[in-house]
């Protein structure tokens, strides 16, 4: 059990302008499978003595919505957020010292941060509607075998997670007309994104290897 506090603070300066900042705590307990499922030949070891993930997570950035922008009774809308997330104890899958199978452990650390845009423009009838993620920090912390502390993106090399980072930069646009009265929509959307974060070729020694 545990309480996990959330703070949000909003100021509108101007009419139309919102600045905001939030901060986030959260807690995942580790699952079942991480506990207690194993495999034959102690290729995977259960970890009943996983401690759970704990999170802080801020976030700060601004709104802009005005209306009658360049014509009458158009919408235009504009985000952007400036995130930092750390969590502890992070739950990784990793190899025991001396154990040629595998497990899942808790890490010290892990890092994301980086920023969100986005925004749209609807005059009736016309719109259009972006997005933008970056990531510019994502990193996992940990003693080493060496007993060496260090962060990096490529401390975890024997995790699943290694292999399904998030890109490092993800974004999507939208646009279209509203025809016969608006009683018919014609649109198109794209999407676009870069390779994920730390590459592909990083993960040492994984199962199953990463893919370009």
């Not at 990784?92 to 994301?112: C, H, K, L, M, Q």
């Not at 198109?188 to 199962?207: R, V, W």
Request: hydrophobic share 35%; glycine share 10%.
């Amino acid at each position: 059990e545990r309480v996990s506090p959330s703070a949000t603070v909003t100021l509108t300066p101007l009419h139309g302008l919102q600045l905001f900042a939030s901060y986030i705590e959260g807690w995942r307990p580790p699952s079942l499978r991480e506990t207690t499922a194993g495999a034959p030949n102690n290729f995977l070891l259960p970890n009943p003595d996983l401690n759970p993930e704990t999170s802080a997570n801020v976030e700060f950035g601004l709104n802009v919505l005005r209306g009658d922008l360049l014509m009458t009774g158009d919408r235009f809308r504009f985000k952007a957020v400036r995130f930092h997330n750390e969590h502890q104890d992070y739950i990784v899958r990793g190899r025991p010292r001396g154990s040629p199978g595998y497990t899942w452990v808790n890490i010290d650390e892990a890092v994301f941060t980086g920023y969100e845009i986005s925004g749209g423009y609807d005059t009736g009838n016309f719109f259009i509607e972006a997005g933008y993620t970056k990531y510019d920090k994502a990193e996992f912390c940990q003693v080493d075998r060496l007993a060496v502390y260090s962060c990096g993106a490529s401390n975890i090399g024997q995790d699943y997670g290694i292999q399904t980072m998030p890109p490092e930069y993800t974004g999507n646009i939208t646009a279209g007309v509203r025809l016969l009265e608006r009683r018919l929509t014609l649109g198109a959307s794209a999407y676009f994104f870069g390779q994920k974060i730390g590459g592909y070729d990083q993960a040492p020694n994984p199962t199953n290897a990463p893919r370009h």
